[in-house]
């Protein structure tokens, strides 16, 4: 069976997972949307996607602008057996009711609530809980992180509490009119949302966090202070982390200090759009002290929930039940690891 996937939104997030869908060889784009006839319009035309308008009365500004479009999202629900929804964050209430009209499956991204799906999903930590569902939504890149380092820790070792701070990127690369371009804003809803986020995931981890943004756009950065329920010596967590799918562990040694030579790395090996999908581990940084575990993360905020969401459509679409094989497929279409 090959899935019939259409891309809801074709931004920063939408066009990354078009293009991991396409590389599959159990699913497949059956079309894209989008709002304004803007270069990522022409692009997805190159890329050979059937190009579709979200809103029905802005079909003439993309004839006008020259792109051909094959109709509506309405028309694209018709050919379509799941809806990956990649649009700004709270367009999701109006979308879902859309594709439960049409008949359709919806995953979601982490601008949405949880409560929007009631099913949240992460690769790693909840994969079934998403077999066979109709709406789920894949938490967001923050989260996502989370859950990647944090699950093999909490399953391996136990874990009391974890008390973690996002030092996160203020902007997309492309978004020239956020900031601050010179501040430090700490988020003063404490603890942030990112706890009980990840609670949707890993149910009943105990964890506190707090945010700050900072002017960058290249990564969010993770300072992690864990309680584990047992003396653990950092080899082993290191070992823990050097088997664990979509953990990639760098070397401050080796010259990468900042998220800048991560990110000049993730450029050196190749990967399209320079995206790392997989969470990076300092490994220098890997340090316990009795029960106490401390270690820092960079978070690609653009690429890493790529391949939570083709886990999420094989898990949705029923196409297979074992997460860790689902997840092998997909880092393997992907050149991951
Ligand atoms: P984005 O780059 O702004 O892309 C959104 C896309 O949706 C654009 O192509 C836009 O098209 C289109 N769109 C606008 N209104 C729409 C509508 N009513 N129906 C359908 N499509 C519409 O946003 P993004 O960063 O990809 O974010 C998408 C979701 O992923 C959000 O929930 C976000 O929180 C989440 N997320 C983002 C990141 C990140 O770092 N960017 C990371 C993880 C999760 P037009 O340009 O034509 O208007």
Redesign the pocket.
């Known amino acids: 069976m090959v899935v019939k996937v259409a891309i809801?939104?074709?931004?920063?997030?939408?066009?990354r997972v078009a293009d991991a869908v396409t590389a599959q060889d159990d699913m497949d784009v059956v079309g894209v949307?989008?709002?304004?006839?803007?270069i990522?319009?022409d692009l997805a035309i190159d890329a050979g996607y059937p190009f579709y308008t979200?809103?029905a009365d802005r079909k003439q500004a993309f004839v006008d602008a020259g792109i051909e479009v094959q109709g509506t999202?309405d028309d694209l629900l018709q050919e379509a057996d799941i809806v990956i929804?990649?649009?700004?964050?709270k367009?999701?209430q109006?979308?879902k009711d859309k594709y439960a009209a049409a008949g359709v499956k919806g995953i979601?991204?982490?601008?949405?609530k949880h409560d929007l799906t009631g099913v949240s999903f992460n690769s790693l930590a909840n994969y079934s809980e998403s077999f066979g569902k109709d709406m789920v939504r894949?938490v967001?890149?923050n989260t996502?992180g989370l859950c990647r380092t944090l699950y093999p820790v909490y399953k391996e070792y136990g874990i009391e509490t974890v008390y973690a701070v996002m030092i996160r990127r203020s902007a997309?690369p492309?978004d020239s009119k956020k900031g601050p371009i010179n501040a430090i804003e700490p988020v003063l809803k404490v603890p942030s949302h990112h706890g009980p986020d990840v609670q949707t995931c890993i149910h009943d981890l105990n964890i506190q966090t707090m945010a700050v943004k900072v002017p960058t756009t290249i990564m969010h950065l993770h300072s992690n202070i864990v309680e584990l329920k047992q003396e653990v010596p950092s080899e082993d967590i290191v070992k823990l982390w050097e088997n664990t799918p979509r953990v990639k562990l760098v070397d401050g040694g080796k010259g990468i200090a900042s998220t800048a030579q991560i990110m000049e790395y993730a450029r050196d090996l190749g990967r399209p759009r320079s995206d790392l999908n997989e969470i990076a581990v300092w490994r220098e940084g890997i340090h316990t002290v009795g029960k106490v575990l401390y270690y820092y993360q960079a978070i690609h905020?653009?690429s890493?929930?790529v391949p939570e969401n083709i886990d999420a459509i094989r898990a949705m679409m029923e196409l297979e039940e074992d997460n860790m094989k689902s997840i092998e497929k997909t880092n393997n279409a992907l050149g991951i690891n």
């Open positions: 809801n939104g074709f931004g920063t997030i939408g066009k949307t989008k709002t304004r006839p803007t990522e319009a979200a809103i999202l929804d990649g649009s700004p964050g367009f999701g109006e979308n979601f991204q982490g601008g949405e894949v967001s890149c996502t997309d492309r905020q653009e890493d929930v």
